[in-house]
């Protein structure tokens, strides 16, 4: 080699060096939950009960319902899949889950992601085997075993937390353990989303992307009833600014079809996370859905306002009385607009394009009906069910 070749390749190999880390970095934050997750997970409807065929069942379902083809993609095994550590303190599957590796590599040959949930405390909220001082192990572990997803709940270290000295000192001790798992991860080179799980606690929305969490729970946990849901739902206003492609405001799981809700109200559920940009988990057992709630969950317009490139959270614009009405700015300039009616009789509401930033006149088109209703200008009247939620489109 010529001594000019010599510096040129010199040269070059130093660029890649300094280079690639830099862009694998961008790559990796820009492509990971660049739009909100969407999957499921198994605490909602399973909770302790989840095992590996379940999951395997669930994948099946999620393939054959056409909830993959719609963006569902992350299979997510919640608390009580841990074992036992070995001698050398790595952590073992219990007996429900006989080789997680065979079961990511099931998933996987599906086209779909695996999940899996763990604690920076000692044990996790269900009492089983949690990462404190095993956070790296744990994570090369995830890494090997083809994890794709990690959930990582609080519980365990409150106990901790309650002992610090000062709040302030909880807090940094929190954020701390949360940091560590985030090192943890991103050493192992794997892509894996980071899901925090602690409430909503310290307004986690503010400091969430910071220790790198692709998504935050914003709340405490979310259960099948109208009540619970509306009162997580309709929480969120204020928070849009936090959310963004790669870090998303997580108002908990999906309920839809876990049957405590009615039609309506899964509906207004559906619209309402849509309009929140909120990742999009399904909580029900996939394996005996009705045809409506498989319509509700893979209707291909709603989770394309949630999903939108622009990747911006909506918020609230008015309120009277249980009347409430939602707004998405998405990519083409148009809105998404939820109408919800949070009381128990029908109720009429004018839908004001002005308030909602348009001037002159609008195209309408309404989501759930999937009907265009032509050019508007000024207002339009909806009536909105009981727990009911109208879904417009307007541009
Ligand atoms: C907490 C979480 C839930 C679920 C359970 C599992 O309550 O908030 O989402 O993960 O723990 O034990």
């Known amino acids: 080699m010529t001594f000019r070749n010599w510096w040129k390749s010199a040269l070059l190999t130093m660029l890649a060096v300094c280079l690639v880390p830099i862009w694998a970095t961008q790559v990796f934050s820009q492509t990971l939950a660049a739009t909100p997750p969407m999957g499921w997970n198994s605490w909602n409807h399973f ?54 590796k065979a079961l990511a590599d099931y998933v996987h040959s599906k086209g779909l992601k695996l999940g899996i949930y763990s604690s920076p405390g000692a044990k996790t909220c269900a009492g089983y085997e949690g990462s404190l001082g095993h956070e790296e192990q744990d994570a090369t572990t995830y890494a090997a075993w083809g994890i794709d997803y990690l959930k990582y709940d609080l519980c365990g270290l409150r106990t901790q937390l309650k002992a610090a000295p000062t709040p302030e000192a909880a807090h940094k001790m929190m954020v701390d353990a949360y940091i560590k798992m ?23 929305w503010r400091w969430g992307t910071d220790v790198g969490g692709n998504l935050w729970h914003t709340t405490g946990d979310i259960t099948d009833k109208y009540d619970r849901m509306a009162e997580i739902g309709f929480s969120q206003a204020g928070l849009a600014r936090f959310a963004g492609p790669g870090h998303w405001n997580d108002p908990d799981m999906l309920e839809v079809g876990n049957g405590g809700m009615n039609p309506e109200e899964y509906r207004q559920h559906m619209s ?52 409430e009405i939602w707004a998405k700015p998405l990519s083409d300039g148009s809105k998404a607009v939820g109408v919800f009616n949070r009381h128990t009789t029908a109720l009429s509401i ?15 088109r309404d989501i759930w009906q999937a009907r265009d209703l032509g050019t508007m200008k000024d207002s339009y009247t909806v009536t909105v069910p009981p727990h009911g939620v109208v879904l417009l489109r307007v541009k």
């Open 47 to 100: 909770h302790r009960t989840i095992d590996d065929k379940i999951v395997r069942t669930q994948a099946d379902a999620m393939v054959s319902s056409g909830m993959r083809d719609a963006g569902y993609i992350y299979v997510n095994i919640d608390d009580t899949w841990e074992g036992e550590r070995d001698a050398q303190g790595n952590i073992q599957t219990n007996s429900k889950f006989p080789d997680m």
């Open 182 to 204: 985030r090192d943890a991860l991103r050493k192992t080179g794997r892509p894996i989303v980071y899901s925090l799980c602690q409430y909503g606690n310290d307004a986690v």
């Open 272 to 323: 309402l996370w849509a309009i929140l940009a909120a990742p999009l988990l399904a909580g029900n057992d996939l394996t005996t859905m009705s045809p409506e709630t498989v319509a509700l969950l893979t209707n291909r317009e709603v989770i394309a306002i949630d999903r939108d490139s622009l990747g911006k959270q909506g918020d609230r614009v008015t309120a009277e009385g249980p009347l």
């Open 350 to 364: 004018p839908v004001d394009f002005k308030q909602l930033g348009f001037k002159g006149s609008v195209q309408v």
